[in-house]
Each structure stands twice: as C-alpha cells, then as structure tokens.
C-alpha cells in the first residue's frame, strides 16, 4: 500500500493505491462513516490482479473539506481525482452512500465507468441504524469505548488501528472524527 496525495478540481484529495499501475484500475468509494482505509482487507485481496486506488472523499479522512456534501459534486471531484492520477477507466466501487458517487461520475462520464459495483447500498432511504460516535472525545481511550460495539468483529489491535486512522487530534487536544460534519446528516 502506498499514501498519496493530488489537487485535483482545486481540491486536496488523500488517497491509497494498491497494485501494478498498468493493471485494471478499481476505484473503491468508502461510506458515509468511512474513509479509505475501509478498503485495506479488500485491496489486500485484489492488488496481484487489480491497481486498487481509494481516495478519501472530499469532507472525510485526511482530503480537503470543501462543503461540497452531495453525490453529484462529489462524483465531479472524485472523477477530477482519477484524471489527475491517470485513471481514464476504472472498475467503480461505491460502499453505502458513495453507491451515489459512483453512479454520478458513471452516468456524466459512461466512457470512464468499466463497471459499477455497490456494497450495501439502496435506492431506498437510508434504514435506521444506530449513529457512529462523532465525538468530540475527551481521550483515546474514551473514542476506542465508544466505536467498540460498532466493530465487534475486530480484535484490539484492529480495533486501534481503525480508530487512529478515523480520528485526528484537534485545536485544543481533543479527539475528533475525520469527517466535515457540517455537511453530513
């Protein structure tokens, strides 16, 4: 796994890439309470066959925030992502809300879209299902409590990982969620 980084619509976006460049390109699209590493155990799997690139959408993770906060601004940025790193045409996968990223930049670029593939994703509204901890937390120890029963299949190890990487210290030493909750339900 290697971590990048472009400007790509103006717009800084983080990402990971996983693979041989000359190899079939699959972008991966977390979900709303994701970011890129969601898709490190899928990339794993698929790197010997696939150049896997994951980009933490813009207003998550360690990308630009710029309160863009819908699918189709999302899809323009994410689809300026794949031009500026050299995706032309890409296998798309979209988790959960980014199903609606992944059909934007299909259904504006169809030439660029190989395939859609969706993980957990309806047309439907979202179903109810008990909210991610959004923080701010006061320690490590609180937030790593809180996401506990949100992730039960992970060990400690694991478990830390993933939270280090979801969480950023902020201003004032808190810890806090690396997503721009201003444009988030």
Known sequence: MQEH????????????EWGRTEAPAVVLLHGASGFCHDWDLVSADLQDRFHCVAPDIPGYGDSDWPG??????EGEVVAAFMREV??????LVGHSRSARVAT???????????????????PDPPISIPPRPLGPFGSFAEALEQFRPHYPALDGA???????RY???GAEGQWLVKRDLSTRE
Request: hydrophobic share 40%; aromatic share 6%.
């Open 5 to 16: 980084a472009v400007v790509a619509n103006g717009t800084r976006q983080h990402y990971l």
């Open 167 to 169: 969480l950023k210290r």
């Open 68 to 73: 863009v906060g819908d699918p189709d601004g």
């Open 86 to 91: 050299g995706i032309e045409v890409a296998h």
């Open 104 to 122: 934007a930049i299909a259904a504006r670029y169809p030439e660029r879209a190989l395939s859609l593939t969706f993980v957990d994703a309806s």
């Open 158 to 164: 694991d478990l830390q990982r993933r939270v280090e």
